[in-house]
């Protein structure tokens, strides 16, 4: 039995330059997560969550420190092989959906697939297994004008899923949507996490799925608070 864990910080520092000094956003953070686990990344606006989903997720390269996943040192790789492992490795849902307004939702959720060049007829057999998987089975065809928020969100999701990625990471998937149509996209990580032994990261404010997560991580003055 593999006992290593899915993912592994190790004394994660980011610096921003400002003016001639530098502000430090996150000051040596420790973390290890086991596959299949949802996580929440919890703290007041501008401790660093965002920072630090970005740095996971390789969107953005720690000052210093080392990110591991599945014993990889992800940070190790090039820009070029780094955009390549992100595609494959890495899912994301940001709090603005950001679907392409004209193309359907079978169309946006493809979209990952095309990208990574993979055959057109799979492609398309997955994002429709994945729309019907989040509920949207019906609504193939529609494009994002014609989804309420909350089915926009989904369509999101879905798409994240496209390359079968390791780590799913959402920033505020919530934040814009109504109490109903944020609770439906909750009960959705938790349907996915119990589908594909999905592993999820979470920054949130949301206390309420906060309260249901595996385990939460607070971040405070760059810190993780123990």
Do not use: C
């Not at 593999?2 to 921003?16: F, H």
């Not at 996580?39 to 996971?56: E, M, Q, W, Y």
């Not at 814009?176 to 999820?200: C, G, M, P, V």
């Amino acid at each position: 039995m593999n006992t290593e864990p899915l993912l592994r910080l190790e004394n994660i520092v980011k610096s921003y330059p400002m003016g001639n000094s530098s502000v430090n956003v996150l000051k040596g953070i420790n973390l290890e997560i086991t596959a299949g686990e949802i996580i929440a990344i919890l703290g007041p606006s501008g401790v660093g969550k965002s920072t630090l989903l970005h740095i996971i997720g390789a969107l953005d390269r720690p000052t210093s420190g080392k990110v591991y996943l599945e014993n990889r040192d992800i940070f190790a790789l090039n820009d070029n092989q780094l955009a390549l492992f992100r595609s494959g490795a890495v899912g994301f849902v940001f709090q603005f959906h950001y679907l392409l307004p004209e193309f359907s939702a079978l169309e946006n959720v493809m979209l990952p697939g095309m990208m990574a060049r993979q055959e057109e007829a799979y492609i398309r057999d997955r994002a429709t297994k994945l729309l019907n998987d989040v509920g949207l089975g019906h609504r193939l065809e529609h494009r994002p004008g014609e989804l309420s928020g909350g089915e926009q969100q989904r369509v999101a999701v879905a798409r994240a899923l496209m390359n079968k990625p390791k780590l799913l990471l959402a920033d505020e998937p919530s934040g814009n949507l109504d109490r109903s149509s944020s609770q439906a996209l909750h009960r959705l990580f938790w349907d996915l996490n119990n589908l594909y032994n999905q592993t999820i990261i979470i920054v949130t404010h949301n206390l309420e799925l906060a309260e249901r997560v595996d385990r939460k991580i607070e971040l405070s003055d760059g810190t993780v608070l123990i």
